[in-house]
């Protein structure tokens, strides 16, 4: 292992993080982070599609270069992708670079890819001995020495490179092109700009993670007009998921369904400018982290390293003897975890937020407390 003094002099930096939105943008302190550490320094990220869609918004990164790895779970299965993706590492020339991993996940598949671009200095978390693989190896502790919230951990990280700021709020930049599409879009539905709403996200691309439709409906019904009118978001996919929980909550409650027809800018907007978000744990939680806006997480158990950060928030769920289990689907079949979140917790929660109005904390939760309202 080798001190931050080495790291001094390094200018281009190659960032990797391979999974979804909500993982990039919970690195985007450490990003942060290492942009500040060295004057002049150009940082490159490799995402996968999904995280490559956050490039405009990301103002400490320069370039984003797109890849499904074939370590990470995706659809995609193209041969020629590692060639291509090389060539482009190589002809970057990048002084360093760092690997930013869950602690499930091995960096060796990415730091091979570094060796063999002849990338100079590589920094990664590593549970196995890397050896040549990783110059800068930081012995992988999680879980069993300690967990930590992943923002926390890739914190942590580049701490070993000498990248430290204090600065540590997630990071997106929304835009005023995408905020004015959003206006017409709710303009069209007959929600207007002095007119208060905030914002619910009823999917999960892991079913383990969704809180029950029934439930959500019972939720916007019990909240009826108290909380204005109430956004539904979702991917396309998602538009049959929100279009059987307005119709569950037809005449009780103000819904403008907007599943499907948003941009991530256009969403991100929308968070932004709303009272509040409530949703399963999601990338959506983490964009309301980066915007400042208060969070009612229903928390599926499946891990304790992601909830809200540095943002006002509620985390609800039911504890049970099967928590962290990493599933994306429920091994005991029943989902306990959020299925036993009475909706009137949920109704409860939402209200004593808005209610609340003390400022943002703007300090960070603790290494290994997950903070929690248990039902």
């Known amino acids: 292992m080798n001190s931050a003094s080495n790291w001094q002099q390094v200018r281009k930096i190659l960032c990797i993080r391979l999974d979804n939105v909500g993982d990039v943008l919970m690195t985007t302190p450490a990003i942060h982070a290492l942009k500040q550490a060295g004057p002049g320094r150009h940082i490159s990220l490799l995402a996968s599609p999904a995280g490559a869609a956050l490039a405009a918004y990301l103002p400490d ?29 190589r002809e970057a020339k990048f002084d360093a670079a760092v690997i930013f991993t869950v602690y499930s996940q091995s960096p060796l598949p990415a730091a091979l890819m570094c060796r063999l671009a002849g990338i100079p200095r590589v920094l990664a978390h590593c549970r196995e001995n890397p050896y040549r693989l990783l110059s800068d190896w930081q012995p992988e502790t999680e879980p069993h020495q300690r967990t930590r919230h992943e923002t926390r951990r890739q914190l942590d990280l580049v701490e070993v490179a000498g990248a430290v700021s204090d600065e540590q709020k997630l990071v997106f930049a929304t835009r005023d092109s995408d905020r004015q599409s959003l206006r017409e879009k709710l303009d069209a539905r007959g929600l207007g700009p002095t007119d208060a709403w905030i914002v619910s996200h009823c999917g ?22 108290r909380a204005g009118t109430v956004v539904l978001t979702g991917s396309a996919s998602e538009k049959a998921l929100t279009a059987e929980i307005s119709t569950m909550c037809k005449d009780s409650a103000p819904i403008v369904d ?41 928390y599926a158990l499946t891990n304790p390293q992601h909830t809200p950060w540095m943002v006002r928030h509620r985390v609800l769920y039911h504890d049970v003897p099967c928590k962290y289990c990493y599933r994306s689907v429920c091994p005991e079949g029943h989902n306990d975890c959020l299925r036993k979140v009475a909706p009137a917790t949920v109704c409860e929660a939402v209200l004593e937020l808005l209610a609340e109005s003390t400022p943002n904390t703007t300090e960070p939760p603790g290494r290994s407390e997950l903070e929690k309202t248990a039902c």
């Open 204 to 225: 999960a691309t892991a079913a383990s993670r969704r809180y029950p439709p029934g439930h959500f409906a019972q939720v916007l019904r019990m909240l009826g007009g």
């Open 61 to 89: 990164v320069d370039e984003v270069i797109a890849y499904d790895a074939p370590w990470v779970k995706n659809d995609s299965d193209d041969p020629e992708a590692e060639a291509r993706v090389l060539r482009t590492l």
């Open 258 to 298: 907007l599943a499907g027809t948003l941009s991530l800018g256009e969403l991100a907007c929308l968070i932004e400018d709303a009272a509040l978000l409530l949703s399963n744990n999601s990338g959506p939680v983490h964009l309301a982290a980066a915007l400042g806006t208060p969070v009612v997480d229903l």
